[in-house]
């Protein structure tokens, strides 16, 4: 137990500054089994103020120990011991209102937890001391503290008043005591000496206050005339306040008047301003105004700015600062009524605007122009921008005959433009093929028609001056129709004009014009302006896409320097409210999106390539490195470069692959790769630096190949001998000195297989191995040699070996090959030399 109480202190209690007194480690609580151990703890504080707790301790799973519960001393009510008569662990606690029933492992455990705590409640809390039922007392020691007496509740009341006598108190007393001059067994006369000093004291009081009557009298008859005169005194505060309320009324009176006559003032200057607007406002639209909507003449330009002042008084009047009751007068009414001509006006100019844009429309058509420009719109702009005011007009007061017109417009001016890009672009299309004759001829290269042909061949040229000035003339002519357009319709039909007022006033308030609403305004006028302009030109993507596709149908190499031009155009800056460079975007996305399929394209013909189609590797790449000299789209190329060198690797696999090849697929591989390397070394292209590493060392690998698989075993009958004496040395273990011992390896057996292969034999069987070679490649390979060379290094090497085996196997026999090595060098010259 005093190894858990030392844990338990160690771990709990110390940090705390708290001292354990005692412990009880508790079987059961309140009749229940603690699945973890429970200890009832006694501590104390060591610093002062001294305080005594109880604690309820609980074990965890890891052996450490938690504090569950606590309480302090004063809030034990009652120990019971259960049976003083005999030892038992039991015992019950009551703190607060509530009964703790204790089970402890001893008897003796719970003796020395209630000894120690009735110790400590004596010590510390002796007036309030928990009672102790059932329970054997402790005699306290000698040493123990002196503990208080605990008094009744009204002595402990007395207690709390006493207060003890001051120094000039006890020395008083003590000159009484002097001057009695009496013993201390003579309290009681003492007593009567006081109580006799007493009565005299009192005695004299008694009659000095009859001495003093008359003056008390005297004294009261003053306060009874002071009292008189203050009665006096409030009854003229009384007469004051009365006169004060008086005047206080009579002047919150004279101002409610006057503030009543500042509204009258008020109301009546209210009442003239309105009079005044309302006059003005009838007086706006007057009978000329009138007759002039009545007899309007579009077509004259003096009378549409008389219809212009008209509508606009009548939006005055409409439009102007009325109280919502002058509404309701007659004068306002019968005003009202007489502008009911408004409606027919409206419907005559929008008759007036349908008529204009279709006559307009057809004027421009019959105009004759450059068969490679555009017809200009300014004539069709000059005759329509007097009718801008009544536009605007109807866009304030009529939004329903605005729109409708907007879409009139629209829709005549998309027809309009339809027809004018069909001319263009047919012209412009048709220029397209005589531009590639010019400069195109068909160009063949001459090779050889068999299995194992190279990849690499020629195409057509670019026409490189014509492409870009029908590019430039495309590019200029839609950029200024398109501006052109986009400037008139923004400003005949006034479609920014209520964003700008409301973007005015956000950058007037806030300062900036940058702000997140004026932002917003911004982006909502380009978006207006974007859906107008997409309507007139709704034709304009389709004959961009029919023109791109018309320069890259007869050469689709075109491709190539269209995306470049249209590329360096990307880089002049533009304004990007435009919707010229919303369409300019549009074109970039459409030839880079072209310019992805011709690579595609490339790259499924190089990967899918038969052994009788040429491609155009080199020329193409020739090309695109003239084109893309100093452009900004450089690394497109690149990557480019990089798909089409892997289609061609995966073409030369296939083409090895095939089946029905007639050449061995180790040659048309190195024939290809070297036909690669040689190609990608011309053209000296840093990026393709890697690929054409690659190249070489796959030519030099499948050389390797057809080497091992072609020179075979020229003197096999010396191979398949030498083969079976290092399987005996290497697999069964017999010494390279003993192997001539043995009968089939035998010196005799060695002479006849050397025999066989005689220097006419062998230059024989070389020679028809030059043949095959030969006949493998294709007409006049710059590799026939170079095979040759990895087929005479290869046979030497053979020959070397067998030497090599012969001194080790056979020392001092003699026995030499039929040939030696400058025979075979010999003989592999002289082959060479005869073909």
Same mark, same amino acid.
């Given at each position: ?7 338990v ?16 480690n ?24 001294i305080?005594v ?22 809030? $034990?009510r ?20 509530? /009964? ?9 455990e ?12 004596s ?9 102790f ?50 013993? $201390? ?8 000496m ?11 009081? $008694? ?7 008359n ?17 006096l ?17 009579s ?8 503030s ?44 549409? /700015? ?8 009548v939006?005055q009047?409409?439009?102007?600062r009325?109280a919502?009751?002058? +509404? ?11 502008? #009911?001509?408004?409606d ?7 008759s007036? +605007? ?5 006559? +307009?429309?057809? +004027? ?5 122009w450059h068969?490679l ?90 026409d490189?001056d014509?492409?870009? /000035? ?13 501006d ?39 982006r ?9 302009? #997409? ?5 304009l ?30 880089l002049?800056?533009?304004?990007? !409210? ?56 450089r ?42 390397y ?22 030099e ?10 020179? !075979? ?9 030498f ?30 297989v $050397? ?9 024989? #069987? ?5 043949k ?19 087929m ?9 070996e ?30 060479? /030399?005869?073909?």
């Open positions: 137990m005093s190894a858990l109480r030392k844990i202190q160690r771990q709990l209690f110390q940090k705390d500054d708290e001292r354990i007194q005692a412990i009880v508790v079987a059961k609580l309140d009749g229940k089994k603690k699945k973890h151990q429970t200890l009832l703890c006694l501590a104390v504080t060591i610093e002062h103020p305080a707790r109880l604690y309820f301790v609980k074990g965890e799973k890891d052996d450490t120990f938690k504090k569950k519960d606590r309480f302090n001393l004063r809030e $034990i009652e120990i019971d011991g259960i049976n003083p008569k005999r030892s038992t662990p039991e015992f019950h606690i009551t703190i607060g209102d509530r /009964q703790y029933v204790i089970l402890a492992n001893s008897a003796d719970k003796d020395d937890f209630i000894r120690e705590l009735y110790k400590l409640s010590q510390y809390l002796p007036i309030q001391m928990p009672d039922c059932n329970v054997s007392i402790p005699l306290v020691e000698s040493e123990t503290s002196i503990i208080p007496i605990e008094l009744p509740d009204g002595d402990i009341a007395m207690q709390s008043d006493y207060q003890p006598i001051t120094t000039k108190e006890d020395m008083d007393f003590r000159k009484l005591l002097g001057r009695a001059d009496l013993t $201390i067994g003579e309290a009681h006369k003492f007593a009567e006081l109580t006799e000093q007493l009565q005299n004291l009192d005695g004299a009081n $008694i009659v000095s206050m009859m001495a003093s009557e003056s008390v009298n005297q004294l009261l008859a003053n306060i009874d005339q002071a009292l008189e005169g203050v009665e005194v409030e009854k003229e505060l009384d007469s004051c306040d009365n006169i004060l309320a008086f005047v206080r009324n002047i919150e009176l004279i101002e409610e008047k006057d009543l006559s500042v509204v009258e003032r008020r109301n009546k200057q209210r009442l003239n301003d309105e009079l005044i607007a309302f006059e003005k406002s009838l007086q706006a639209v007057t009978a000329s105004h009138i007759d002039t909507l009545k007899q309007a003449n579009f077509s004259n330009p003096e009378s549409v /700015q008389k219809c212009t002042d008209a509508a606009r008084a939006a009047f409409w439009h102007g009325i919502k009751p002058m +509404l309701q007068m007659k004068a306002y009414q019968d005003r009202n009524n007489e502008l #009911g001509v408004i027919g006006f409206v419907d005559r100019l929008m007036h +605007l349908s008529a204009l844009f279709s006559n +307009l429309n057809d +004027l421009s058509l019959d105009q004759e068969e420009c555009i017809p200009k719109q300014s004539q069709r702009f000059r005759a329509l921008s007097p009718l801008s005011d009544l536009i605007h007009w109807l866009k304030t007061n009529r939004p329903k005959a605005y729109t409708i017109s907007l879409q009139r417009y629209m829709d005549s001016t998309n027809m309009l433009y339809k027809r004018l890009f069909d001319n263009f672009f047919e012209t412009l299309i048709s220029k397209v093929p005589k531009a590639n004759e010019k400069r195109n001829t068909s160009a063949t290269v001459s090779s050889k028609s068999s299995d194992n042909q190279s990849f690499m061949s020629v195409a057509s040229d670019v490189t014509t492409l870009p /000035q029908l590019i430039e003339t495309v590019l200029a002519e839609l950029s200024a129709v398109i052109a357009e986009q400037k008139f319709v923004v400003r005949f039909f006034h479609i920014n004009s209520d964003l700008l007022a409301q973007l005015e006033t956000i950058s007037t308030g806030s300062g900036d014009s940058s702000s997140l609403g004026g932002r917003n305004i911004e909502h006028m380009n978006e207006q302006v974007r859906q107008v302009m #997409g309507a007139l030109f709704e034709s993507n389709v004959h961009l896409d029919n023109f791109c596709r018309a320069i890259c149908r007869n050469n689709p190499s075109n491709v190539l320097l269209l995306f470049v031009i249209i590329s360096k155009k990307v002049v800056p533009q304004d990007p !409210g435009t919707y010229f460079s919303i369409t300019f975007g549009s074109l970039v996305v459409l030839i880079k999106r072209q310019f992805d399929n011709f690579i595609s394209l490339e790259c499924q013909q190089y990967s899918e390539v038969r052994i009788t189609k040429r491609t155009h590797f080199r020329h193409l790449s020739k090309r695109a490195e003239t084109i893309f000299v100093n452009t900004e789209r690394t497109d190329l690149e990557k480019a470069y990089y798909h089409l060198c892997r289609a061609i690797c995966d073409g030369i696999q296939r083409a090895a692959a095939n089946p029905n090849s007639k050449s061995p697929p180790s040659v048309v591989k190195f024939e290809n790769f070297h036909q690669l040689l190609t990608l070394s011309e053209l000296k292209i840093v990026c393709l630096d890697q690929q054409r590493k690659d190249a070489k060392a796959l030519k690998e499948h050389i390797d190949a057809f080497v091992k698989e072609y020179m !075979g075993r020229p003197l096999e009958k010396i191979q398949t001998f083969d079976a004496v290092n399987n005996a040395i290497e697999l069964r273990g017999v010494k390279a000195e003993e192997i001539s011992y043995q009968q089939q390896f035998s010196r005799i057996e060695l002479k006849k $050397i025999s066989q292969y005689p220097g006419k034999e062998v230059k024989k #069987g070389l020679e028809q191995l030059y095959k070679i030969e006949k493998n490649l294709i007409d006049n390979s710059s590799l026939l040699q170079v095979v040759w060379r990895d005479q290094e290869q046979f030497i090497k053979q020959l070397l067998y030497n090599k085996l012969i001194a080790m196997c056979y020392p001092g026999s003699k026995i030499e090959l039929e040939v030696s090595t400058d025979n075979v060098l010999q003989f592999f010259s002289e082959i060479a /030399q005869q073909h």
